[in-house]
């Protein structure tokens, strides 16, 4: 009966073995499946169980796509302001701190030149954790500038959308992004330079309406949610059930709303093959 019995021997064997499972490690999917945060990590944050695409940000984005993680940002320290006096269950002034403090981050939206597969690119890329990836004045003057940056220096320009729309807090100053984006938009077409926007999860609001769904070449991750308004908004605007899996990059395939969905896995090689396509053609015209 000594086997068990707490012997010292038995004691130290437990706690060594306790020692070398890290805590707090762990990723659960919306499935159910859990995976080590470090295999995640490795598999480009896509769950191997269930393939479901976790939510992530600009940083992990940039390392994912950029050669060898590394890039260059720009307009770094851009960041809003309160134009309007806003206070709602807080003041916007306070929201703006205290959500600078807890992400790290100075907007909605983070621009980055790097290279993929050795040919120089400007990506913008929004990020949900700062107020749901919200449209503001700051995220429309930064893509405006990155327009300019791949003007400038004769590069494409990709845009990864993950948004919940406009910023309330800005209210007219938010809605005047959208305009103004996509008349620099204009600008990036004459210089016959691409514009590929990437659809992540979630895409709504004024994003959709508006330059997130302007690109040459439209692409959602699978399983992305992309809409305007929310289901249950649009079922008591128009009255009707609504079909199943009506807002998913699936279905908005199938209707035509976008051209391809590509796993994150294959993003970057994708998106290698899409510039190399357009650029020669632009060289034979």
Same mark, same amino acid.
């Given at each position: 009966?000594?086997?068990f /019995?707490? &012997?010292? $021997? !038995?004691?130290q064997? +437990?706690?060594?073995?306790?020692?070398d499972?890290?805590k707090?490690?762990?990723? =659960?999917?919306p499935?159910?499946?859990v995976?080590e945060?470090?295999?995640?990590?490795k598999?480009?944050?896509?769950s191997?169980?269930d393939?479901?695409?976790?939510?992530i940000?600009?940083?992990q984005?940039?390392?994912?796509?950029?050669?060898d993680k590394?890039f260059k940002?720009?307009?770094?320290?851009?960041?809003?302001?309160d134009?309007?006096?806003?206070?709602?269950?807080?003041?916007?002034v306070?929201?703006? /701190?205290? &959500?600078k $403090? !807890?992400?790290?981050? +100075?907007?909605?939206l983070?621009?980055?030149?790097?290279?993929?597969?050795?040919? =120089?690119?400007?990506?913008?890329?929004?990020?949900?954790?700062f107020?749901?990836g919200?449209?503001?004045?700051?995220?429309?003057e930064?893509?405006?500038?990155?327009?300019d940056y791949?003007?400038?220096?004769?590069?494409?320009f990709?845009?990864?959308?993950?948004?919940?729309?406009?910023?309330?807090?800005?209210?007219a100053?938010?809605l005047?992004?959208?305009?103004?984006?996509?008349?620099?938009?204009?600008e990036?077409?004459e210089?016959?330079?691409?514009?590929?926007?990437i659809?992540?999860?979630?895409t709504f609001?004024?994003?959709?309406?508006?330059?997130?769904?302007?690109?040459d070449?439209t692409?959602?991750e699978?399983?992305?949610?992309?809409?305007f308004?929310?289901?249950r908004?649009i079922?008591?605007t128009?009255g009707?059930?609504?079909?199943?899996?009506?807002q998913?990059?699936?279905?908005?395939?199938?209707?035509?709303?976008?051209?391809?969905?590509?796993?994150r896995q294959?993003?970057?090689?994708?998106?290698?093959?899409?510039l190399?396509?357009?650029?020669?053609?632009?060289?034979?015209?």
């Amino acid at each position: 009966m000594a086997w068990f /019995r707490r &012997t010292k $021997k !038995n004691i130290q064997t +437990t706690t060594e073995e306790k020692k070398d499972t890290p805590k707090g490690l762990w990723y =659960k999917t919306p499935t159910g499946k859990v995976i080590e945060t470090e295999d995640l990590e490795k598999n480009d944050y896509v769950s191997p169980e269930d393939d479901f695409h976790v939510r992530i940000g600009s940083q992990q984005y940039f390392e994912i796509l950029f050669d060898d993680k590394k890039f260059k940002e720009l307009d770094k320290n851009l960041s809003s302001k309160d134009p309007l006096g806003w206070e709602d269950t807080k003041k916007y002034v306070d929201r703006l /701190r205290i &959500t600078k $403090k !807890n992400t790290g981050l +100075t907007d909605s939206l983070r621009t980055a030149v790097g290279e993929i597969n050795q040919r =120089k690119v400007v990506i913008s890329c929004m990020d949900f954790v700062f107020i749901g990836g919200s449209l503001g004045s700051v995220m429309g003057e930064k893509i405006v500038r990155a327009i300019d940056y791949a003007i400038k220096h004769n590069l494409a320009f990709v845009l990864i959308c993950k948004s919940g729309g406009a910023r309330m807090m800005e209210a007219a100053h938010s809605l005047m992004q959208m305009a103004k984006v996509e008349a620099k938009l204009v600008e990036l077409s004459e210089a016959e330079l691409p514009y590929i926007t990437i659809l992540t999860d979630p895409t709504f609001g004024g994003i959709t309406a508006s330059f997130g769904m302007m690109g040459d070449i439209t692409i959602a991750e699978p399983g992305a949610l992309i809409g305007f308004a929310g289901p249950r908004v649009i079922k008591e605007t128009i009255g009707r059930d609504l079909p199943e899996g009506f807002q998913t990059a699936e279905f908005l395939l199938e209707k035509g709303f976008i051209d391809v969905i590509v796993h994150r896995q294959s993003l970057k090689r994708r998106l290698s093959q899409l510039l190399d396509f357009i650029v020669d053609e632009k060289k034979e015209k």
